[in-house]
């Protein structure tokens, strides 16, 4: 599987039909830079997304979730 080249020849629409190509406008420098990085964050995204359509990651949570669970276990117990 060449994710690289299936995100490089691989038009939006093809990918997600609701994908429309987006233009960005000419305008200033830093408003050019926010579109450049937006292509970028998408295309970081579109490689990790499985052939399928989906994404897997490790799933993370804050340390208040961790603190609760200690404070309840030593409260309950």
Known sequence: MNKPGFIE???CE???PRV???EPPQQS???RVIWESMDKAIDALL???EEEGYWCAELEGDSLLQSEYILMTHVTH
Do not use: R
């Open 29 to 31: 420098t830093s408003q």
């Open 20 to 22: 429309e190509a987006i």
């Open 9 to 11: 020849s691989t038009p």
């Open 47 to 49: 490689f990790e997304q």
């Open 14 to 16: 093809a990918i997600h």
